[in-house]
């Protein structure tokens, strides 16, 4: 009975992190998908009761932007206004020191590649 409180947690968690490793590995490839990740990675990142879920999600932005580094804006248009809110609530609002931490680093990432873009 432990285990079945316990696994779904970390299920979530592992699953986060394969995701967040194939949006910075494959790029490009993940473009058709971008609006089903953000769709059910934004959620949790907002609102899951568990931190370690919250900070693998985060962690999920942080590799998507990376992943895309300075072609972020030509990458993701459509979905850039989104992701940069929703990051801006968890940096400022998430109580997890971690899932801040990462909120601010991928916020930082996107300001480095519209500042490049812009100059």
Avoid: W
Avoid at 54 to 68: E, I, M, N
Avoid at 74 to 95: G, M, S, T, W
């Amino acid at each position: 009975r432990r285990c079945g409180e316990v696994l779904p947690v970390h299920a979530h968690q592992s699953s986060l992190s394969n995701l967040g490793t194939l949006c910075e590995v494959l790029r490009y490839a993940v473009h058709p998908f971008i609006t089903d990740i953000l769709a059910c990675t934004e959620p949790l990142l907002l609102r899951d009761k568990e931190e370690v879920v919250r900070r693998a999600a985060a962690f999920v932005y942080v590799q998507l932007v990376d992943g895309f580094r300075d072609d972020v804006l030509h990458a993701i248009p459509e979905h850039l206004r989104q992701a940069y809110n929703v990051l801006k609530q968890a940096a400022a609002q998430d109580p997890d020191e971690f899932v801040r931490g990462h909120a601010r680093v991928a916020l930082s990432t996107i300001d480095e590649a519209m500042t490049a873009f812009f100059t």
